[in-house]
């Protein structure tokens, strides 16, 4: 089941990740984020870190493909880009599988680059722009519908 959640502004943006922030109380998760360019992944991932308490400004990590940001409970947030992920091999220079069972929440920015690497538990958000603006939509697919409502 799908479900699909409007943003109409910045600040709609900014309140979903609030409430996905305190979903994460304690626990890790993987958050798989696609969408087009501009669709507002990394802008999400930001508002989502600072909601975590990373005071730190979040980039997006489009060279680097992975940056780790401590929170205040001694997890991490990971955030990835794998836009420019040229292969397999890459995922294992970056760590990536050692990544996914660390226990902290990782949003990955185009899951899709990795195959069929992405666990199936993962939460996967696919966002798209819409007409205005400022408005976009959120598709959450299961498990992850408690995220909208
Ligand atoms: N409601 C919104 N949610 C997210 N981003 C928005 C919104 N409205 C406008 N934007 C803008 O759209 C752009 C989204 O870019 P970005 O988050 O880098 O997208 P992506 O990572 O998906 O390529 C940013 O410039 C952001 O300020
Ligand atoms: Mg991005």
Same mark, same amino acid.
């Given at each position: 089941?799908? +479900? ?9 943006? %900014? ?7 305190? %979903?994460?109380?304690? *626990? ?8 087009? /360019? ?15 308490? !990373? *005071?730190?400004? !979040? ?6 493909? !992975?940056?780790? =940001? ?5 997890? %991490?947030? !990971?955030?990835?880009?794998? =836009? %420019? ?8 220079? /970056?760590?990536? @599988?050692? =990544? /996914?069972? +660390? ?22 958000? @696919? ?5 205005? +603006?400022?408005? *976009? ?13």
């Amino acid at each position: 089941m799908k +479900s699909i959640l409007k943003i109409a502004d910045l600040a709609e943006m %900014r309140a979903f990740a609030a409430n996905v922030a305190r %979903r994460l109380q304690g *626990r890790g998760a993987i958050i798989a984020l696609d969408g087009d /360019l501009g669709s507002g992944k990394t802008t999400f991932t930001q508002a989502l870190a600072a909601a975590l308490g !990373v *005071r730190r400004p !979040v980039t997006s990590p489009t060279f680097t493909l !992975v940056c780790e =940001y401590p929170l205040p409970d001694g997890r %991490r947030l !990971v955030h990835m880009d794998l =836009y %420019r992920l040229g292969g397999a091999s890459d995922l294992d220079a /970056l760590g990536f @599988h050692e =990544y /996914l069972d +660390s226990g902290d929440v990782v949003c990955i920015e185009w899951p899709d680059r990795a195959g069929d690497e992405i666990p199936p538990d993962a939460w996967r958000l @696919h966002f798209a722009i819409g007409a205005g +603006s400022e408005e *976009r939509t959120i598709t959450a697919e299961a498990p992850i519908d408690f995220l909208c409502q």
